[in-house]
């Protein structure tokens, strides 16, 4: 039996990590400086050695990237979900997709429960789009080849059916899937962690709690026009180079506002650029 090994971190509770191996999943503790104080993420790389009967973590490898709320690592993908029901929140897909590209992470916006009704995301034409149904059967193998060798994570608002998405590409009820509260239409929550589960050929496919408490990356409220690809093709024939389209005159970008730049994405681009505007300024007062 071999006494040191290279894994990944698919699961933490506490300061319990789980590692998929080659030889199974290995229950870890961290070592010394690694331990409990949020320096072990899922999807981290790790190598772990037997001390006596315990496994235990001795070091992570750096990290290609990672998000925050919950900590997930070594994303290659985030498949941003919204559905019908409940009512698309497309604020928090917008900043997801703000922090995927700040993070050198490819964001895919996956439609689901399109048996109901599919929710028109064609204001998105910058962002690859996939529809999907977890009810339906083969509704989720339209992401098969999306997500094929890649690691993925699923984000978006409680009960848009990420666990189910999940379950249906595994083919099991392997997650927990939970219903709406009836009279609010709102997701309860169901998932509580994050879990990395391996599908194979080095396909990884992370369920989480959404990143519904996710805030926008903590950029220059400037620097927010750079994560708009919609509005690039305009970009150059604003009248200032750092024109930020938000009050400037001759804004090339203002211009395509409900022509080639969707009316909701510019109007969702102010309320974020207040917001970061907002924190700057908490934070130098
Ligand atoms: N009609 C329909 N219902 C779906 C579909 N996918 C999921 N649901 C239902 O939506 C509800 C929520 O599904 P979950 O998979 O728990 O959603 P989630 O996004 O994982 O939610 P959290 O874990 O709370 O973040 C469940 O009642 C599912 O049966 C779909 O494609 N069509
Ligand atoms: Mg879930
Ligand atoms: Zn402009």
Not at 54 to 61: D, K, N, P, Q
Not at 102 to 114: D, M, Q, R, Y
Not at 203 to 213: E, I, L, P, Q
Request: with cysteine; aromatic share 8%; hydrophobic share 40%.
């Amino acid at each position: 039996m071999k006494n040191t090994l290279r894994g990944r971190v698919v699961k933490g509770v506490a300061s319990r990590f789980s590692v998929f191996t080659e030889d199974g999943v290995k229950t870890c503790l961290a070592r010394g400086r690694l331990k409990s104080d949020g320096l072990i993420y899922v999807g981290d790389y790790v190598e772990i050695a037997r001390d006596r009967d315990v496994w235990v973590i001795e070091s992570v490898a750096p990290r290609k990237n990672a998000l925050i709320r919950p900590y997930v690592a070594n994303i290659d993908l985030c498949l941003i979900t919204v559905a019908p029901v409940p009512a698309p929140d497309f604020v928090l897909v917008d900043k997801i997709i703000v922090n995927c590209l700040a993070e050198g992470i490819t964001p895919v916006l996956v439609v689901n429960k399109s048996d109901i009704e599919k929710v028109d995301v064609s204001e998105y034409n910058c962002v690859e789009t996939v529809y999907c149904s977890a009810e339906t059967a083969g509704g989720a193998d339209a992401l098969v080849p999306v997500i094929s060798g890649k690691t993925v994570c699923f984000a978006g608002q409680s009960a848009v059916g990420k666990s189910s998405l999940i379950n249906a590409l595994i083919g099991s009820a392997l997650l927990e899937v939970g219903a709406l509260a009836r009279k609010t239409d709102r997701g309860k929550h169901t998932t509580r962690r994050t879990e990395l589960i391996p599908l194979g050929d080095d396909t990884w496919v992370a369920d989480t709690c959404g990143f519904s408490m996710l805030e926008a990356v903590d950029i220059p409220p400037a620097e927010l026009r750079l994560y708009y690809d919609d509005f690039e093709p305009f970009r150059p024939a604003c009248r200032f180079n750092g024109c930020t389209h938000i009050d400037e005159p001759d804004c090339a970008v203002r211009a395509e506002v409900g022509k080639s730049v969707g009316k909701g994405r510019y109007e969702r681009y102010k309320v974020i650029f207040a917001e970061l505007d907002e924190r700057r300024k908490n934070k130098y007062d």
